[in-house]
Protein backbone atom coordinates (compact mmCIF):
# COMPACT_ATOMS: atom_id res chain seq x y z
CA UNK A 1 0.00 0.00 0.00
CA UNK A 2 1.50 3.64 -0.42
CA UNK A 3 0.45 6.25 1.47
CA UNK A 4 -0.07 9.54 -0.66
CA UNK A 5 -1.30 11.77 2.29
CA UNK A 6 -1.57 12.93 6.23
CA UNK A 7 -4.87 11.62 6.36
CA UNK A 8 -5.41 8.84 4.25
CA UNK A 9 -3.71 5.81 2.91
CA UNK A 10 -4.61 4.73 -0.13
CA UNK A 11 -3.64 1.39 -2.88
CA UNK A 12 -5.57 1.73 -5.90
CA UNK A 13 -8.66 4.13 -6.66
CA UNK A 14 -9.18 3.95 -8.31
CA UNK A 15 -11.10 11.64 -20.78
CA UNK A 16 -10.65 17.71 -33.81
CA UNK A 17 -8.76 19.73 -35.06
CA UNK A 18 -5.40 19.62 -36.43
CA UNK A 19 -2.54 18.02 -34.31
CA UNK A 20 1.22 18.62 -35.32
CA UNK A 21 3.09 15.43 -36.13
CA UNK A 22 4.71 14.08 -32.95
CA UNK A 23 2.84 15.65 -30.64
CA UNK A 24 -0.48 15.26 -28.12
CA UNK A 25 -1.61 18.83 -28.50
CA UNK A 26 -4.98 20.11 -30.29
CA UNK A 27 -7.20 22.44 -30.33
CA UNK A 28 -10.16 21.33 -28.12
CA UNK A 29 -13.70 20.50 -29.00
CA UNK A 30 -16.05 23.58 -27.84
CA UNK A 31 -16.64 23.36 -24.59
CA UNK A 32 -20.20 23.72 -25.43
CA UNK A 33 -20.07 20.54 -27.35
CA UNK A 34 -17.56 18.80 -25.12
CA UNK A 35 -18.67 16.31 -21.73
CA UNK A 36 -21.60 18.52 -19.22
CA UNK A 37 -21.87 17.88 -15.79
CA UNK A 38 -25.24 16.24 -15.28
CA UNK A 39 -24.65 15.39 -11.19
CA UNK A 40 -22.17 17.57 -9.12
CA UNK A 41 -21.53 17.07 -5.16
CA UNK A 42 -19.39 19.01 -2.76
CA UNK A 43 -20.03 15.66 -0.17
CA UNK A 44 -22.22 12.63 -1.14
CA UNK A 45 -25.34 12.37 1.15
CA UNK A 46 -27.48 9.17 1.88
CA UNK A 47 -30.94 8.54 1.51
CA UNK A 48 -31.65 7.05 4.73
CA UNK A 49 -35.48 5.86 5.85
CA UNK A 50 -35.43 8.81 8.32
CA UNK A 51 -33.76 11.75 9.72
CA UNK A 52 -32.96 9.36 12.82
CA UNK A 53 -31.10 6.66 11.69
CA UNK A 54 -29.26 9.09 9.78
CA UNK A 55 -27.93 10.57 12.87
CA UNK A 56 -27.70 7.73 14.68
CA UNK A 57 -25.25 6.49 12.05
CA UNK A 58 -23.26 10.03 12.81
CA UNK A 59 -23.33 9.56 15.52
CA UNK A 60 -21.43 5.68 15.47
CA UNK A 61 -19.50 7.16 12.44
CA UNK A 62 -20.83 4.73 10.45
CA UNK A 63 -21.55 7.58 7.86
CA UNK A 64 -18.93 10.94 8.20
CA UNK A 65 -20.25 13.66 6.17
CA UNK A 66 -17.62 14.43 3.65
CA UNK A 67 -15.62 10.83 3.66
CA UNK A 68 -17.48 9.15 0.67
CA UNK A 69 -15.62 9.44 -2.63
CA UNK A 70 -17.64 8.71 -5.99
CA UNK A 71 -15.51 6.87 -8.46
CA UNK A 72 -17.42 4.91 -11.17
CA UNK A 73 -20.84 5.36 -13.08
CA UNK A 74 -23.05 3.27 -15.08
CA UNK A 75 -26.53 4.10 -16.32
CA UNK A 76 -29.57 1.80 -17.59
CA UNK A 77 -31.69 2.60 -20.52
CA UNK A 78 -34.82 2.83 -19.08
CA UNK A 79 -35.17 1.46 -15.36
CA UNK A 80 -38.94 0.46 -14.10
CA UNK A 81 -40.32 3.90 -14.06
CA UNK A 82 -39.11 4.32 -17.62
CA UNK A 83 -36.31 6.82 -16.78
CA UNK A 84 -32.01 6.57 -16.65
CA UNK A 85 -30.69 4.91 -13.31
CA UNK A 86 -27.85 5.70 -12.34
CA UNK A 87 -25.55 3.92 -10.58
CA UNK A 88 -22.42 5.01 -8.77
CA UNK A 89 -19.80 3.22 -6.59
CA UNK A 90 -17.95 4.42 -3.50
CA UNK A 91 -15.60 2.07 -2.02
CA UNK A 92 -14.91 1.91 1.73
CA UNK A 93 -11.34 2.37 1.97
CA UNK A 94 -11.65 4.74 4.74
CA UNK A 95 -14.21 4.93 8.06
CA UNK A 96 -17.29 6.44 7.39
CA UNK A 97 -18.60 5.40 4.43
CA UNK A 98 -22.37 3.57 4.89
CA UNK A 99 -22.73 2.01 1.55
CA UNK A 100 -20.51 1.81 -1.14
CA UNK A 101 -23.19 1.25 -4.26
CA UNK A 102 -25.95 3.27 -4.71
CA UNK A 103 -28.56 5.15 -7.30
CA UNK A 104 -28.38 8.77 -7.72
CA UNK A 105 -32.54 9.80 -6.48
CA UNK A 106 -33.69 13.17 -7.47
CA UNK A 107 -34.28 14.67 -3.45
CA UNK A 108 -30.70 16.30 -2.21
CA UNK A 109 -29.38 17.86 0.75
CA UNK A 110 -27.60 20.99 0.40
CA UNK A 111 -27.46 21.33 -3.30
CA UNK A 112 -26.34 17.07 -3.48
CA UNK A 113 -27.90 14.60 -4.85
CA UNK A 114 -28.54 12.04 -2.23
CA UNK A 115 -27.56 8.42 -2.82
CA UNK A 116 -30.04 5.40 -2.44
CA UNK A 117 -28.15 2.54 -0.89
CA UNK A 118 -28.53 -0.75 -3.83
CA UNK A 119 -30.57 -2.81 -3.91
CA UNK A 120 -31.24 -1.84 -0.44
CA UNK A 121 -29.69 -0.66 3.18
CA UNK A 122 -29.20 -4.39 4.44
CA UNK A 123 -26.74 -5.85 1.87
CA UNK A 124 -24.69 -2.60 3.29
CA UNK A 125 -24.59 -3.50 7.11
CA UNK A 126 -21.98 -4.71 8.90
CA UNK A 127 -19.45 -5.35 6.03
CA UNK A 128 -17.39 -7.20 8.42
CA UNK A 129 -19.68 -10.06 9.43
CA UNK A 130 -19.50 -11.36 5.70
CA UNK A 131 -23.08 -12.33 5.31
CA UNK A 132 -24.15 -14.16 2.21
CA UNK A 133 -25.81 -10.72 1.17
CA UNK A 134 -23.38 -8.21 1.60
CA UNK A 135 -21.42 -5.46 -0.41
CA UNK A 136 -18.35 -4.75 1.42
CA UNK A 137 -16.19 -2.26 -0.84
CA UNK A 138 -17.15 -1.70 -4.57
CA UNK A 139 -14.85 0.53 -6.88
CA UNK A 140 -16.77 -0.07 -10.33
CA UNK A 141 -19.43 -1.82 -11.91
CA UNK A 142 -20.88 -2.34 -15.52
CA UNK A 143 -24.17 -3.18 -16.84
CA UNK A 144 -24.71 -5.62 -19.80
CA UNK A 145 -26.64 -5.83 -22.53
CA UNK A 146 -29.23 -8.29 -20.82
CA UNK A 147 -30.25 -5.90 -18.03
CA UNK A 148 -27.77 -7.14 -15.51
CA UNK A 149 -25.54 -4.53 -13.06
CA UNK A 150 -22.64 -6.45 -12.56
CA UNK A 151 -20.50 -5.73 -9.28
CA UNK A 152 -16.67 -6.33 -8.21
CA UNK A 153 -16.78 -6.76 -4.80
CA UNK A 154 -13.11 -6.83 -3.23
CA UNK A 155 -13.86 -7.27 0.27
CA UNK A 156 -11.53 -4.67 1.76
CA UNK A 157 -12.68 -2.42 4.49
CA UNK A 158 -10.64 -0.02 5.82
CA UNK A 159 -7.43 -0.70 3.71
CA UNK A 160 -8.05 -4.74 5.12
CA UNK A 161 -9.06 -7.82 3.76
CA UNK A 162 -12.05 -8.91 5.25
CA UNK A 163 -14.45 -10.96 3.24
CA UNK A 164 -13.94 -13.19 -0.18
CA UNK A 165 -13.93 -11.27 -2.87
CA UNK A 166 -16.98 -11.71 -5.20
CA UNK A 167 -18.87 -11.02 -8.09
CA UNK A 168 -22.31 -10.75 -7.92
CA UNK A 169 -24.78 -10.12 -11.19
CA UNK A 170 -28.22 -8.07 -10.10
CA UNK A 171 -31.23 -8.14 -12.56
CA UNK A 172 -32.11 -4.37 -13.37
CA UNK A 173 -35.90 -5.14 -14.09
CA UNK A 174 -36.49 -6.46 -10.04
CA UNK A 175 -33.54 -5.55 -7.98
CA UNK A 176 -32.55 -9.00 -7.51
CA UNK A 177 -29.91 -10.98 -7.21
CA UNK A 178 -29.08 -13.71 -9.73
CA UNK A 179 -25.43 -14.54 -9.52
CA UNK A 180 -23.34 -14.68 -7.27
CA UNK A 181 -19.10 -15.94 -7.10
CA UNK A 182 -16.73 -16.18 -4.63
CA UNK A 183 -12.81 -15.57 -6.38
CA UNK A 184 -10.90 -18.54 -4.77
CA UNK A 185 -8.12 -17.99 -2.29
CA UNK A 186 -5.42 -19.56 -4.77
CA UNK A 187 -6.07 -16.74 -7.34
CA UNK A 188 -5.22 -14.00 -5.18
CA UNK A 189 -2.64 -12.29 -3.28
CA UNK A 190 -2.60 -10.52 0.05
CA UNK A 191 -2.36 -7.29 -0.83
CA UNK A 192 -5.23 -8.15 -3.83
CA UNK A 193 -7.41 -5.73 -4.45
CA UNK A 194 -9.88 -6.00 -7.39
CA UNK A 195 -10.93 -2.84 -8.85
CA UNK A 196 -12.26 -3.30 -12.31
CA UNK A 197 -14.66 -5.30 -13.96
CA UNK A 198 -15.18 -5.92 -17.50
CA UNK A 199 -18.19 -7.80 -18.92
CA UNK A 200 -18.19 -9.74 -21.95
CA UNK A 201 -21.15 -11.06 -23.22
CA UNK A 202 -21.59 -13.56 -26.59
CA UNK A 203 -23.60 -15.81 -28.21
CA UNK A 204 -26.60 -15.25 -25.85
CA UNK A 205 -26.65 -14.17 -22.31
CA UNK A 206 -25.62 -17.30 -20.89
CA UNK A 207 -21.79 -17.06 -22.50
CA UNK A 208 -20.72 -14.62 -20.02
CA UNK A 209 -17.20 -13.73 -18.93
CA UNK A 210 -15.58 -11.09 -16.43
CA UNK A 211 -12.03 -9.87 -16.31
CA UNK A 212 -11.33 -8.40 -12.91
CA UNK A 213 -8.15 -6.24 -12.62
CA UNK A 214 -6.34 -6.79 -9.22
CA UNK A 215 -4.29 -3.66 -9.36
CA UNK A 216 -2.08 -4.48 -6.10
CA UNK A 217 -1.68 -8.10 -7.30
CA UNK A 218 -1.14 -6.77 -10.77
CA UNK A 219 -2.56 -9.94 -12.79
CA UNK A 220 -6.30 -10.44 -14.27
CA UNK A 221 -8.87 -12.97 -13.38
CA UNK A 222 -11.13 -14.44 -15.75
CA UNK A 223 -14.46 -15.78 -14.85
CA UNK A 224 -16.45 -17.93 -17.01
CA UNK A 225 -20.12 -17.88 -15.79
CA UNK A 226 -21.29 -20.43 -17.57
CA UNK A 227 -18.88 -22.93 -16.56
CA UNK A 228 -18.37 -21.14 -12.89
CA UNK A 229 -14.95 -21.85 -13.28
CA UNK A 230 -12.04 -18.75 -12.76
CA UNK A 231 -8.31 -18.65 -13.67
CA UNK A 232 -5.30 -15.98 -12.96
CA UNK A 233 -3.32 -13.82 -15.67
CA UNK A 234 0.25 -12.32 -15.33
CA UNK A 235 2.07 -10.55 -17.12
CA UNK A 236 4.99 -7.61 -16.75
CA UNK A 237 2.57 -5.02 -18.60
CA UNK A 238 0.13 -5.39 -15.64
CA UNK A 239 2.53 -3.38 -13.86
CA UNK A 240 2.94 0.11 -12.67
CA UNK A 241 5.95 2.20 -13.69
CA UNK A 242 8.02 3.64 -11.17
CA UNK A 243 8.46 7.04 -13.02
CA UNK A 244 5.00 7.30 -13.25
CA UNK A 245 4.23 6.65 -9.67
CA UNK A 246 3.94 10.61 -8.91
CA UNK A 247 0.58 12.42 -9.59
CA UNK A 248 0.14 15.96 -10.27
CA UNK A 249 -2.77 17.28 -10.60
CA UNK A 250 -2.85 21.52 -11.10
CA UNK A 251 -0.02 22.01 -9.40
CA UNK A 252 -0.51 19.21 -6.44
CA UNK A 253 0.87 15.97 -6.00
CA UNK A 254 0.75 12.28 -4.67
CA UNK A 255 2.19 9.09 -4.92
CA UNK A 256 0.01 6.03 -6.10
CA UNK A 257 1.66 2.62 -7.81
CA UNK A 258 -0.97 1.08 -9.37
CA UNK A 259 -0.99 -1.83 -11.89
CA UNK A 260 -4.06 -2.71 -14.43
CA UNK A 261 -7.01 -0.92 -13.78
CA UNK A 262 -8.00 0.90 -17.11
CA UNK A 263 -9.47 -1.94 -19.24
CA UNK A 264 -11.73 -1.83 -22.15
CA UNK A 265 -13.34 -4.06 -25.01
CA UNK A 266 -13.26 -3.20 -28.45
CA UNK A 267 -16.29 -4.30 -30.03
CA UNK A 268 -15.68 -3.42 -33.75
CA UNK A 269 -12.56 -5.49 -34.06
CA UNK A 270 -12.31 -9.19 -35.60
CA UNK A 271 -10.65 -11.11 -33.94
CA UNK A 272 -11.95 -9.26 -30.29
CA UNK A 273 -9.71 -7.81 -27.65
CA UNK A 274 -9.25 -6.40 -24.46
CA UNK A 275 -7.40 -3.31 -23.85
CA UNK A 276 -5.78 -2.42 -20.52
CA UNK A 277 -2.86 -0.36 -19.09
CA UNK A 278 -2.07 0.26 -15.64
CA UNK A 279 -2.57 3.24 -13.81
CA UNK A 280 0.70 4.31 -12.87
CA UNK A 281 2.10 4.10 -16.75
CA UNK A 282 2.00 5.53 -19.64
CA UNK A 283 2.19 2.46 -21.97
CA UNK A 284 -1.27 0.89 -23.49
CA UNK A 285 -1.50 -2.81 -24.08
CA UNK A 286 -3.62 -5.47 -26.37
CA UNK A 287 -4.24 -9.02 -26.12
CA UNK A 288 -7.14 -11.12 -27.78
CA UNK A 289 -9.72 -11.97 -26.48
CA UNK A 290 -9.51 -15.61 -27.22
CA UNK A 291 -6.11 -15.92 -25.93
CA UNK A 292 -7.26 -15.12 -22.31
CA UNK A 293 -10.35 -17.28 -22.47
CA UNK A 294 -7.96 -20.43 -23.24
CA UNK A 295 -7.58 -21.69 -19.49
CA UNK A 296 -5.64 -24.79 -20.28
CA UNK A 297 -2.88 -22.08 -21.23
CA UNK A 298 -2.49 -20.99 -17.61
CA UNK A 299 -3.54 -24.10 -15.75
CA UNK A 300 0.01 -24.64 -14.76
CA UNK A 301 1.18 -21.65 -14.35
CA UNK A 302 -0.26 -17.97 -14.60
CA UNK A 303 2.48 -15.99 -16.15
CA UNK A 304 3.03 -19.08 -18.94
CA UNK A 305 1.87 -16.97 -21.98
CA UNK A 306 4.22 -13.81 -22.16
CA UNK A 307 3.65 -13.90 -26.10
CA UNK A 308 0.20 -12.94 -26.43
CA UNK A 309 0.13 -9.42 -24.55
CA UNK A 310 1.60 -5.92 -26.86
CA UNK A 311 2.39 -3.00 -26.11
CA UNK A 312 2.09 -0.25 -27.90
CA UNK A 313 5.56 1.54 -28.82
CA UNK A 314 3.65 5.09 -28.54
CA UNK A 315 2.81 6.70 -25.06
CA UNK A 316 0.65 9.33 -23.87
CA UNK A 317 1.72 12.08 -21.54
CA UNK A 318 0.89 10.88 -18.35
CA UNK A 319 -0.88 8.46 -15.89
CA UNK A 320 -4.57 7.60 -16.71
CA UNK A 321 -7.51 5.90 -14.65
CA UNK A 322 -10.46 4.45 -16.59
CA UNK A 323 -10.88 3.73 -20.21
CA UNK A 324 -14.15 3.46 -22.53
CA UNK A 325 -14.49 1.82 -26.52
CA UNK A 326 -17.65 3.04 -28.63
CA UNK A 327 -19.14 0.84 -31.20
CA UNK A 328 -16.86 2.55 -33.97
CA UNK A 329 -13.68 1.63 -32.40
CA UNK A 330 -12.72 4.93 -30.72
CA UNK A 331 -11.42 4.91 -27.07
CA UNK A 332 -12.14 7.64 -24.87
CA UNK A 333 -9.64 8.26 -21.69
CA UNK A 334 -8.44 10.82 -19.30
CA UNK A 335 -4.87 12.55 -19.20
CA UNK A 336 -4.15 13.11 -15.77
CA UNK A 337 -1.29 15.86 -15.37
CA UNK A 338 -2.90 17.25 -18.74
CA UNK A 339 -6.62 17.21 -17.02
CA UNK A 340 -7.99 16.29 -20.60
CA UNK A 341 -10.27 14.20 -21.98
CA UNK A 342 -8.86 12.34 -25.04
CA UNK A 343 -9.64 10.28 -27.83
CA UNK A 344 -7.50 7.37 -29.92
CA UNK A 345 -8.75 5.19 -32.80
CA UNK A 346 -7.77 1.38 -32.04
CA UNK A 347 -7.64 0.66 -35.47
CA UNK A 348 -4.56 3.34 -35.54
CA UNK A 349 -1.14 3.06 -33.83
CA UNK A 350 -0.98 4.37 -30.16
CA UNK A 351 0.51 7.72 -29.39
CA UNK A 352 0.61 11.40 -29.61
CA UNK A 353 0.48 11.57 -33.66
CA UNK A 354 -3.04 9.68 -33.16
CA UNK A 355 -4.46 10.31 -29.93
CA UNK A 356 -6.83 13.88 -29.86
CA UNK A 357 -7.84 15.84 -26.91
CA UNK A 358 -11.47 16.60 -26.90
CA UNK A 359 -11.49 18.55 -23.96
CA UNK A 360 -9.33 20.65 -21.58
CA UNK A 361 -11.97 21.85 -19.05
CA UNK A 362 -9.78 21.93 -15.96
CA UNK A 363 -12.76 22.37 -13.85
CA UNK A 364 -14.62 19.30 -14.41
CA UNK A 365 -12.01 16.74 -15.88
CA UNK A 366 -10.04 16.55 -12.80
CA UNK A 367 -9.14 12.63 -12.23
CA UNK A 368 -11.42 10.58 -14.42
CA UNK A 369 -11.82 7.79 -12.37
CA UNK A 370 -14.91 6.23 -14.01
CA UNK A 371 -15.71 6.13 -17.37
CA UNK A 372 -19.01 3.76 -19.61
CA UNK A 373 -19.89 3.84 -23.10
CA UNK A 374 -23.48 3.31 -23.01
CA UNK A 375 -26.45 2.31 -25.19
CA UNK A 376 -28.95 4.55 -25.46
CA UNK A 377 -31.42 3.50 -28.20
CA UNK A 378 -31.78 4.78 -32.00
CA UNK A 379 -28.12 3.08 -32.65
CA UNK A 380 -27.05 6.44 -30.28
CA UNK A 381 -24.48 5.92 -27.49
CA UNK A 382 -23.28 8.46 -24.99
CA UNK A 383 -20.11 8.50 -22.77
CA UNK A 384 -20.50 8.69 -19.02
CA UNK A 385 -17.62 9.69 -16.68
CA UNK A 386 -16.90 10.23 -13.04
CA UNK A 387 -14.57 13.18 -12.45
CA UNK A 388 -13.03 14.24 -8.89
CA UNK A 389 -10.83 16.16 -7.18
CA UNK A 390 -8.71 13.42 -6.30
CA UNK A 391 -5.85 15.32 -5.39
CA UNK A 392 -7.78 16.95 -2.72
CA UNK A 393 -9.15 14.21 -0.88
CA UNK A 394 -5.67 12.02 -0.95
CA UNK A 395 -3.64 15.33 0.82
CA UNK A 396 -6.65 15.58 3.16
CA UNK A 397 -7.13 19.38 1.33
CA UNK A 398 -10.61 18.86 -0.09
CA UNK A 399 -13.03 21.70 1.08
CA UNK A 400 -16.39 20.84 1.48
CA UNK A 401 -17.65 23.95 0.12
CA UNK A 402 -16.94 23.56 -2.80
CA UNK A 403 -17.92 20.85 -6.18
CA UNK A 404 -15.85 17.63 -5.56
CA UNK A 405 -16.91 15.12 -7.68
CA UNK A 406 -19.04 15.16 -11.05
CA UNK A 407 -20.98 12.74 -13.52
CA UNK A 408 -20.47 13.80 -16.75
CA UNK A 409 -21.86 13.34 -20.03
CA UNK A 410 -21.11 13.49 -23.46
CA UNK A 411 -22.97 12.87 -26.58
CA UNK A 412 -21.13 10.68 -29.35
CA UNK A 413 -22.07 11.63 -32.65
CA UNK A 414 -20.40 12.18 -35.95
CA UNK A 415 -18.97 14.96 -34.19
CA UNK A 416 -16.95 13.29 -31.97
CA UNK A 417 -16.21 10.64 -34.49
CA UNK A 418 -14.55 12.71 -36.93
CA UNK A 419 -12.34 14.54 -34.09
CA UNK A 420 -11.09 11.52 -33.14
CA UNK A 421 -10.46 9.28 -36.34
Same mark, same amino acid.
Given at each position: ?? &??? +? ?14 ? @? ?8 ? &?? @? +??? %? ?5 ? #?????? +? ?11 ? %? ?5 ? %? ?110 ? %?????? #? ?68 ? @? ?46 ? #? ?9 ? &? ?57 ? @? ?15 ? &? ?27
Amino acid at each position: MT &SVG +PKVTWTCVLLMCFILP @GTQQAMPVPQ &SL @G +PQP %IFEWSQV #EFKYPS +PQERQRDIDSKTF %IPGASVV %IDVDVAFPDNEGKKAFFVTLPRFQEGIPATLGKVTREEIGGNKLIEPYPNWSWHRNPTRCYRERLVSVFRIQIDSCGRLWVLDNGNFLDQPVCPPQILAFDLKTDRLVHRYE %IPANLL #ESNSLLVTPVVDVSDGCHNTFVYAADCQAHSLIVYDAARNASWRIIDKTMYPDPDFGTYTILGESFDLMD @GILGMAINPKQDPRKLFFHAMSSNTEHVVKISDIRNRDKFAANPSSSP #EIFHTYKGRRN &SQSPAEAIDKNGIMYFGDVNDVTLNCWDTSTEYGPRHIRTLSTNKTILQFTSGMKVVDC @GHNSQELYIVTSRFQKV &SLGTINLKEVNFRVLKLQINHFTKRKCS
